[in-house]
């Protein structure tokens, strides 16, 4: 009777209704933190990724020395609306099955040129250049050059100009990507040397990398950019050695692979990052020599027509008009006339 009555007291009661009331609440608040700590993920991820579309925004318009934050944003918005714009019109008439293939996206990529926007552009470029040429060729033909001409003939001619337009785009692409390569190729044995330093002074690979693509900007945007979006990828891919093959796949060039096989490798079999990074420098500074003899040991063929041609008429002219001149005021020319 005595623990019945304890049971029923007033003081047991309200101890026993506080502790369930507490355990409660400490029981709803944590299903609540548990059931949002999914979508919590997945919010965080969708936070990394604009946090780096911005990051790469702001240091490609650092890069470009770009500046108005108005007029950069309505340059946005009618990219936008432009974009869309080409996107339906590819999606109606199905021009990737017919214009891309699997090598397009990096064919583009090598270009500078990433995203499905790029790609809908090139497409949309290679099904619009034919129709535009012909009619700009048909009425340059029909009302300047061959306004004589029959009409069919005309349109014969302008049909021939517009297929050799449906070429274009791939041309344009083609320089593009030898410019920047270019531009990646003269600058690459600097980030090199500059990457071993950083390494060597006790950076991490991911720091090493910053610091490079800020030195090099001024060199070579375009190299800034491709390291640029490396150390992005560094930070949020799961698989590091993805990272550095993205880098040589989006150059296309043998000595940006070979310097990514290189940490590839120290990566996986834990070798010494700066002893790879100082063999590839040496080897990208006496690539870079062999490459300056050779041009060197080409300019003398390359000489020879200017200066038979510009050099060597000059030449003879200063040599020979003293004399002809001192004829001149003597009468010799008089006294062979007569």
């Keep these: 009777m005595g623990a019945i009555e304890a049971l029923m007291a007033r003081e047991f009661l309200i101890a026993a209704l506080a502790a369930v009331s507490a355990a409660a609440v400490v029981f709803t608040l944590g299903f609540t933190f548990l059931g949002r700590s999914g979508t919590s993920v997945k919010q965080r991820i969708k936070r990394v990724a604009l946090e780096r579309e911005k990051m790469r925004a702001e240091e490609m318009a650092r890069l470009r020395g770009r500046g108005g934050d108005q007029q950069e944003q309505a340059r946005t918005m009618r990219r936008a609306a432009g974009r869309q714009s080409i996107q339906n019109v590819v999606e109606r008439f199905s021009l990737q099955k017919a214009f891309a293939d699997d090598g397009t996206g990096d064919a583009l990529a090598m270009a500078g040129l ?30 300047t050059v061959f306004a004589d001409k029959p009409l069919y003939l005309n349109a014969i001619y302008a049909l021939f100009i517009g297929l050799i337009g449906a070429y274009l785009p791939t041309l344009w692409l083609k320089n593009r ?11 690459w044995p600097d980030a090199l040397d500059l990457m071993l330093l950083c390494v060597e002074a006790g950076m991490s690979v991911e720091h090493a990398f910053k610091r490079v693509a800020k030195e090099i900007g001024l060199q070579s945007p375009e190299l800034a950019e491709e390291i640029t979006l490396t150390t992005a990828e560094l930070s949020f891919l799961e698989d590091r050695t993805r990272a550095y093959d993205n880098l040589g796949k989006r150059t296309g060039l043998d000595i940006v692979k070979s310097v990514m096989t290189s940490l590839i490798q120290a990566d996986r079999y834990g070798t010494s990052v700066g002893t790879s990074l100082r063999v590839m420098a040496e080897e990208g500074r006496e690539t870079r ?34 004399a002809i001149i001192k004829m001149i005021s003597q009468g010799s020319f008089s006294a062979f006339g007569g």
Excluded: H
């Design 114 to 143: 990433r995203g499905q926007s790029a790609l809908n552009a090139y497409v949309f470029a290679r099904f619009v250049s034919p129709f535009v040429l012909f009619v700009i060729a048909f009425i340059y033909l029909q009302f």
């Design 177 to 187: 990507t030898t410019k920047r390569q270019a531009s990646i190729r003269r600058a």
């Design 289 to 322: 020599m062999m490459e300056a003899e050779k041009k060197a040991a080409a300019l003398p063929p390359k000489l020879t027509v200017p200066l038979i041609v510009f050099f060597l008429p000059v030449l003879f002219i200063v040599i020979i008009a003293p």
